[in-house]
């Protein structure tokens, strides 16, 4: 069973319709991330959360909102999906007591397809 | 973060050992070096990092010059499953921000 596991794993939607792609982790770490990725680009930090009461936005967190509701849940939401939302969205989780937040687990990515 | 080069492919026979180079000549005394790959369309992958001692894994090994200005990732029998883009990473522990900044990598080819 995967450590970090992303739903849904594929999803097509219409523009203006509001999404919600879910994580959940078993790693048992504080800190979760969202990442978008698309073709032939480098991630880009969307949203992260330190623990359930800290969220912070990263790069690009316009026209995205987050909530964690529980230490092992990190849910990304879209209000309004526009088309250039379209992109490989992963979620990404660390943990403090290692003290190295650079050493990052990936989910296995939602493929988001906004028409 | 310190800049890092590595060369946009390699190739590789199965079963034989893929040593893939960074060069990473402006490394600060503080900074680590992280080894991720990605396999197409698949979640980034944490593979090892180091400082200045020379370190194994079940995965892989990581060779780092005594002048810590570039390395080298061992993957030592290589099979199909291991063809990805391979990245290396220069950070601080303490570096201010967040995100992982992936450049373009290496893709590695391993064919049979």
């Known amino acids: 069973d995967a450590d970090v596991t992303q739903t849904p794993r594929n999803r097509i939607t219409k523009t203006g319709k509001r999404i919600m792609l879910e994580c959940s982790q078993t790693?048992?770490?504080?800190?979760m991330y969202w990442y978008r990725q698309d073709p032939g680009l480098g991630l880009r930090l969307i949203y992260y959360s330190f623990d359930v009461k800290d969220i912070n936005k990263g790069e690009i967190s316009d026209g995205y909102s987050v909530s964690r509701q529980a230490q092992a849940k990190f849910s990304l939401s879209l209000e309004s999906a526009i088309p250039n939302q379209t992109a490989l969205y992963f979620c990404?989780?660390?943990?403090?007591?290692?003290?190295?937040?650079?050493?990052?687990?990936f989910g296995a990515g939602t493929r988001l397809s906004v028409l | 973060d310190a800049k890092t080069t590595q060369p946009p492919s390699m190739d590789c026979a199965e079963g034989r050992a893929a040593n893939l180079p960074c060069n990473h000549s402006?490394?600060?005394?503080?900074?680590?070096v992280y080894w991720y790959r990605q396999i197409h369309s698949q979640g980034p992958q944490y593979i090892i990092h180091?400082?200045?001692n020379n370190e194994t894994n079940e995965m892989a090994s990581l060779i780092i010059t005594e002048d810590r200005k570039s390395s080298t990732l061992i993957l030592p029998h290589a099979t199909l499953r291991d063809t990805a883009v391979y990245y290396c990473?220069?950070?601080?522990?303490?570096?201010?921000?967040?995100?992982?900044?992936f450049g373009k990598g290496t893709t590695l080819s391993v064919s049979s």
């Open positions: 990473i220069v950070r601080s522990r303490n570096q201010a921000g967040t995100a992982l900044i």
């Open positions: 790693k048992g770490h504080d800190r």
């Open positions: 402006t490394i600060s005394g503080n900074e680590y």
């Open positions: 990404a989780t660390s943990d403090t007591r290692t003290g190295d937040k650079n050493i990052q687990y």
């Open positions: 180091g400082l200045k």
